[in-house]
Structure formats: C-alpha cells, structure tokens
C-alpha cells in the first residue's frame, strides 16, 4: 500500500488554545486522518492562544486537503495558511547562473568582457575546436523538450516541462558538476525541433533529450547524433537502459543465472523500453519477448511500426503470439516499463525459479512489489519507497561528465556498457543482495566510477 511521502508535504499554520493537551488532539487529529507528522513548532505564544506549524506528509493533495479539514473539526483551532511544500521549492525555478570570475574593477572587467575578450573570440575563430577549452561549452549540456511526454503525464507542452528540465539541470551539477541548462522548445515539429537544436549546438559539449514521445524521439535522436559533433543522448531510452542493465547484471548474480540462459519478459516498447532491449541484445540473452498495449510483438503481427519491426525481428525466437500473461509463463526476468497494475502473484508463480521482477511503471508498478515477493527472488522498482529503486540519476550524470571530460563527439553502446557495468560495480560481493542490487542515488562514488569508465570507453 502507498504510505504518506513528501511530494505531498504541507506546513500547516494554526492557532491552538494554550492547554497541555492540545499538541496531543492535534497529532492524534493527524494521524487519523492517515498522514504523518514530520514537525510541529511553536512559532508564537501568547496567553490566550499559540501559533504552531504543523508538517505533514499526505499520499495526494487531495488527502492533504482531507487532513486540513479534519484539523479545522477540532475545538478552539483556527487554521491560518496551508503551504504546500513542494510548490514552495519550485518558487521562482530552482536553478541560477553564477558568475566563475570576480568583477571587482575596471581591469577585471577588461579581462572578462571588452576589449580582452576580443582576443579570445578571435583564437576560437581560428580554431573551433578551442571554444571547449575557453568557453562554458566545456561543462555544458542542454536539457531539451518539447514537452511531449513529461514524467507520466503526457503531452503538457514546454512550459508545463519546464519544472522537469530545470530539477534534471540541478541533479546534472549536484551529482556531477556539470552545468546544465534547459531548452524547453514551442514546437512539436520533429523537423523544426532537429533543426532547432542544431542551430545552438555551438554553445553545448553534450545534448540531453527528455521527454520527447515516441516513435519521435528515436528518428530525432538518430539524425541529431548525424548531424552533431557532441554526443546526443536521449534519458528517457539510454539512461533509463543503463540503470536496468546494471541491475540485472547484479539481480543475476544473486540468483546465480547467465544472461545467456535466460528469457526476458519486457513490457512497454515505447522510448525506454525499445533501448532496454536494444541494449540487452548486446549482451545476448537466451530470449527477449517484448510486449506492448496490443500483445506480444511477433514477426507476423499486422500493423508494426518501424520500431516494432526491428524488435519483432531481433527477439522472440519462437515467434510466439498472446498476451503478457502468457509471455511471463516461464520467463525468467520481468522488466516493466508500461503501465500499473497489469498482473498478479499468481502469474509471477508461472514464471522461471527464481524470478526477477522489474516493475518500473511510476508513481504505480505493473504489479504490486509486495505481491512479486511471494514468488520473485528479487523485486525492483521505479519508486523510492521500496529496495531496488532503477533511477537514471545513477547514469545520466556520470555519463555526461564523462562525455565532456574526454571531449566525446558522439555515444556508443560500448559507453552505454560500460557505464552500466560501473553502477553494479559499485555494489560489491559483501553488500550485494536481493534487497540491494543499485546503489543507492546519493552514492557520491557512484557518477565518478560512471565518468571514468564512460572517459575510458570514448578514448579507447
């Protein structure tokens, strides 16, 4: 069951009666209500009354508003304002641009900006190649979208992206130190979009595509990655595939299986999960049966896109036709990247001995992770009130600090590799098991081990 967590955090401010048992009829009035306290302060205190924040989690705004309400019930309480914690992180964007170099005076400025400046404008003019020593290209990536398919919640457009993008620009120089900047385009265009981000290209060391929907974003990934001299990476494929080939690498390792012996259920074939298998592919497993909102995804099924064409052509062995129930009867591994709550622990007991499940559907599984324990020997979710989160914030900022730092031009899958096999390296034989497979996100080794391998696969 969902517990209360601090996406839906509230600070709420009320005036109590001055008795001893008021701070009691308030937390007790909470926990009825089925939130959890996390602070009650007394900001004032007067003789006739006192003035207390209350924090809380709740499980949705809706619920949030539940708890207010029941507060409000209680004799002698006055509620005064409700803030919404989350709202008041995002209050005026959460990223800035801070100046590297002081502008103390009139010589700092000469330096900084006119006529110094002229000097390096002109060697970069000679040789290109330069603005990655001399300019913020050398640190930067742009984070773009078109708002397409933010989170799960579907085509918003830029503006609503807008939040997305700046907290991936923030985990970027929190994890990794790259500066990052988002690029939220009015346009959902694949063509104005291609020739949009190749227009400001210059300024960048490195291009992250986000929540841009598919099958777009694969031709929009591909002709960028043509056109460019910086490596294109598109998060929702590439980082979400690094993070679940290093799980599995470790969840194989406690269940003591070889990839090459095993047959892998994946459930969504949309940007994620066409570079999950795309990815695995590379390191041959037994089988691979993917799965979309119309079945199983075989060579003789009408209507394929050209995605589904090419994994209809590289997986499924047998060419087996059915539904999701039929494609787990026997599989080993389950990686889910669809929608929630599309099976139960009865069909887990059809799959192999000793089953892995991935259910990454968010906020919601494919299936309930308490229910996959009955019969699965490891369980891994997108979510993070549960072991085992697969969260791209263990690649993306490795990777592209790593892609700068060898002045990369492009992205294989050897990188991709190599930066998964960095991640469950991380987690090593004396900490591995089925409740721990990932590290965990604040890791602070885990993107330096993930730049150096990624630095080391771009020289080679």
Known sequence: MPVPGPGYSITVRLEAPPSASAAGDLTSAVGRAGG???AFD???????RVVIDLTCNALSANHAKDITDTLETLPGIVVRKVSDRTFLVHLG???????????RNRDDLSRAYTPGVARVCEAIAKNPDDARRLTIKRNTVAVVTDGSAVLGLGNLGPAAALPVMEGKAALFKKFAGVDAWPVCLDTQDTEEIIRAVEL???VYGGINLEDISAPRCFEIEARLREKLDIPVFHDDQHGTAIVVVA???NALRVVGKDIKDCRITVCGVGAAGSAIIR????QTPGDIIAVDVDGIVHRDRPGLDSNLKSIAASTNKDNQSGRLHDALVGSDVFIGVSAPNLFGAEQVATMAKDAIVFALANPDPEIDPMEAQQHAAVVATGRSDFPNQINNVLAFPGVFRGLLDAHAKTITDAMLLAAAAAIADVVDGDRLNASFIVPSVFDNTVAPAVAEAVRKAASS
């Open 247 to 249: 799980a599995l690498r």
């Open 200 to 202: 400001i290209a210059p």
């Open 36 to 38: 959890v306290i996390t």
């Open 279 to 282: 990815l695995l592919q590379a």
């Open 42 to 48: 007394v900001v004032e205190s007067h003789t006739d």
């Open 93 to 103: 964007g959460k990223i800035e641009i801070s100046s590297k170099v002081p502008l």
